[in-house]
Each structure stands twice: as C-alpha cells, then as structure tokens.
C-alpha cells in the first residue's frame, strides 16, 4: 500500500470512528418500547413492528395499536419500534439486518441487547401468537408473472416457516394464514393488492430464515407469522392492510378491541399525519407536529441541553445534531429546534385568557382556539412575549387585544401561520407557553386542546 492510499485509509477508519461514536449516542436513546394493551392473560398476541428501519409500514402499524386502539377482551403486547436506530437512519439496519441474528449473536454486536431482550418477550409464557410486520418487495405470487409479481416477491403476502406446529395452541398455521389472507382479500383497495400465504419450509434448509424472529419463535413452541405489505403501495395502504391482518388474528384468538376511526386507507392516512403531538418539560409546552414548520428558532432549553419530553406516540423522539434539536417521526425528520438556553420555571400553571370576547382560565401547555382576537391579562411577575407580533415600547405584551393579522410573516408555528407562541417568563427563567389557534378547523369542542395520555417520557442528555 503507498503512502496516498495509507493516508486515505486512516481518513477512512477516522470517519467510522466518528460515525460509530455518534451512532452509539443514538442508540443509547433509542431502546425500543414495550407496551402491554388489555387485561393480562396467557393467550396473548405479540405484535412486533420496525426490526428493519426501512419498513415503515409495519411500524406504523403497531404504533397506531398503541394510540388508536383500546383492548376490551384479552391481552396484546406491542413492540413498535424493534430497531429504533434503523428506523431513524432509514436502514434496513445499520448493524446489519437484525431479523438474521436470532439464531447466534456476539454480544459484541450493538444488537445484542435488543434481540436478547426481544426473545425474552417472545417466550414468556403468557405469548401464544407472535406477528411480526413487514414491507416487501413487490407482490409475491405463487407463479411467475414478472420481476413484480413473482414467487421470489414478499409483498401482499402472509409468512409461515411451516404449515402446523406441534403445539397446544395455534399450531394450525397454515389454517390460520389463510384465515387472514381471505379477511384482507374482502377488504381489498384494488384486485393487485390480493394477499396469498407464503411459507418458506424454513427447516428445509432456507438458511437465511433459519436466522429469523419468527423461526427462532417456532423453535420455542410459539405460533408466529410475518406480515408483509408491499413497498410499492404508499405508506397509508401499507399501514391499511397490515391493521386489515393483524386485526383477524386478534379475533382468531378471541381478542376484543375498540378503534379510535373507521378503518378505510384515507382514515390511517389522517391517523398516520394529524394526531401526532409532543410535549416538553412537564408539559409546559406542547407542539402540534401535523403542519409544524421545519426550523423553529429561540427555542426554549435548558442551560444544561437537558431535554425532557413526552411523545404522543412511540415513534417520535428527539436527537441533538449539529447543534439543533431534531424531532424524529419514524422515518420522517418533521422539525429542528434551535435552542435558547436558559432556566426553565414549571410553578406557572393557569393563566387568564380573553378569548373573543369570553374570559377564560388557561393551562400553560394548551393550545387554544380563537376565531377573531385574545388577549392574556397581566399577571405579577410574569412578563409576556407573543412571538411574532410587536408593539413598540412594550416589553410585556400582557393586556393587549391582539388579532392575527397583526403577526409578522414567519412566525407561525404551523406552515399555514394560523398557530402562535405565547411565552411566558418570570425573570430570566422561561415559565411557559401556550399556542393560540386561528385555524377554522378547531382542536376540540371546548376549544382547548392539552396532550392527556402519553405513551412515554423521555430525557434527552448532552
């Protein structure tokens, strides 16, 4: 080796260095969360969604089975971000593929954790049925017809290593493939779309799957299937069929629930891209996240890069990157906050609002409707800033009737300028804020919208 390619291999290993330091920063925020639905029991389902970050049909629909679903008979428990730092990184896996790891892995493999972790979920004793989600390739016919529609294609298909197992409960694999397959089929959004039973005869030799989640299941007595939308389809009707499957295997196994929307594609659809919030710093603020712009600057953070908050729904978190704040939405970066660091004061709690006319008491956090103008009256050691709008010789804008035609352009939260920061601050120390809300279309009846039930808190340390 010359000394010119010596020297671009050291740049090299220098540059992994690096990625690999920040990538382990990633990682450890970034443990997949388990979810436990319903009443315990030991005929439970395992839904597993995001071991492949490049999937995010099958993510997204185990996510929406902790936020839209309510289990009114028996037990279900979901992981629905198995690989978090994949989904983040849109990787299939950046370790590698961690659905061939299941039947050896180093513990010197970032992984390990994880999959250790995994397997002790799948073979509790209260699991009898394990569906783990996936986006395949095309559409996976039992003939050829082309490249994409063809017997080595994954998509539309649900996957079984074997016909039966011998097992006291939903061993009939196969039987139950099919079960599936025909509810999808009813409820197809094109004849394309048909769903048809793949099994892979895993322990004929297929190598590859010999490494998989759901063969290393079989192998531990548990009944398991892969479900498989096909990446063709667009995020939502990926999303619609894989609720479609898993939602039969709920009633296969006797399995009750209540969902929060009719379930057709544009449903999922608004599902999937308007009830996603965040919240931060016990709630003091809260962020809408369906129209938010891509860079919200003076940010409030803690002097110390400590941030604290709460996702409405597991798929969201938060990363610091090149100095900003980055909040992730499975695949999706929806926004970067520049931070202002500072103290941050949560004895705030209510203020008094002015809402058109109507005097209303206001929990820091909301997010507040007003049809024409509002108004925060003065509070004592409080001062008031309204980001976006400016009256000259005011530092507190406190006891002002304000309008949204008297904001600057730019300074909305939302890329349609109907959401606004009221900031509130005691002293130096950041106490607080609320949004008001032009939009026509409200948030709620009352006309104040607050997060009410979290999937999680998180703690974001630089």
């Not at 990787?91 to 493999?109: C, E, V």
């Not at 002015?354 to 820091?364: A, L």
């Not at 950041?430 to 039930?453: H, P, Q, R, W, Y």
């Amino acid at each position: 080796m010359n000394h010119g390619m010596l020297k671009l291999f050291r740049i090299f290993l220098i540059a992994l260095f690096i990625q690999n330091l920040f990538a382990n920063s990633y990682v450890n925020n970034m443990e997949f969360d388990f979810i436990k639905k319903g009443k315990q029991d030991d005929n439970t389902l395992l839904i597993i969604g995001g071991i492949q970050g490049d999937e995010p049909g099958a993510f997204m629909a185990a996510s929406i089975v902790t936020t839209h679903y309510e289990i009114t008979k028996g037990s279900v428990w979901v992981v629905p971000n198995l690989n978090f730092y994949s989904i983040i990184k849109r990787s299939r896996g950046p370790y590698g593929d961690m659905n061939r790891k299941f039947a050896q892995i180093s513990k010197d493999d970032p992984d390990y954790e994880a999959v250790q972790r995994i397997k002790k979920y799948i073979t509790s004793d209260e699991v009898k049925v394990v569906l783990n989600l996936h986006d395949g390739s095309g559409f996976y016919r039992k003939d050829y017809t082309n490249w994409t529609f063809s017997p080595d294609r994954w998509g539309q298909s649900s996957i079984i290593d074997q016909s039966k197992l011998d097992i006291e409960y939903y061993g009939n694999l196969e039987e139950i493939s099919k079960e599936v397959c025909e509810h999808v089929n009813e409820n197809l959004l094109r004849d394309r779309d048909l769903y048809h039973t793949k099994n892979t005869h895993t322990k004929m030799g297929d190598k590859e799957m010999e490494k998989s989640l759901t063969y290393f299941a079989i192998n531990n007595g548990k009944a398991a299937f892969g479900n498989e939308a096909s990446k063709t389809l667009p995020l939502h009707e990926r999303t619609y069929y894989h609720l479609l499957a898993l939602e039969k295997y709920m009633e296969i196994m006797g399995i009750e629930f209540k969902r929060k929307f009719d379930l057709n594609s544009l449903n999922v659809k608004r599902v999937i891209n308007d009830d996603i919030y965040i919240s931060f710093y016990d709630e003091t603020i809260q962020l809408p996240l369906s129209q938010i712009r891509t860079l919200l600057k003076y940010f409030p953070i803690k002097k110390d890069g400590t941030l604290e908050f709460s996702p409405s729904n597991p798929l969201l978190t938060v990363v610091k990157d090149n100095g900003l704040f980055v909040i992730h939405y499975g695949n999706r970066k929806l926004a970067n906050l520049k931070p202002d660091y500072m103290d941050i004061d949560t004895e705030t709690k209510v203020v008094n609002m002015v809402i058109d006319g109507v005097k209303k008491e206001i929990k820091i956090g909301s997010i507040v409707d007003v049809n024409e103008s509002f108004l925060v009256e003065p509070i004592n050691d409080i001062r008031v800033n309204v980001i976006g709008f400016v009256k000259k010789g005011r530092i507190d804008e406190s006891g002002l009737e304000i309008r949204q035609n008297k904001f600057l352009n730019g300074f909305s939260v939302d890329t349609k300028g109907n959401l606004y920061r009221i900031e509130f601050y005691k002293g130096k120390k950041f106490a607080g804020m609320i949004l008001v809300n032009f939009d026509k279309l409200k948030t709620s009846e009352s006309g104040v919208s607050m997060i009410s039930d979290f999937i999680r808190k998180a703690t974001l340390k630089m």
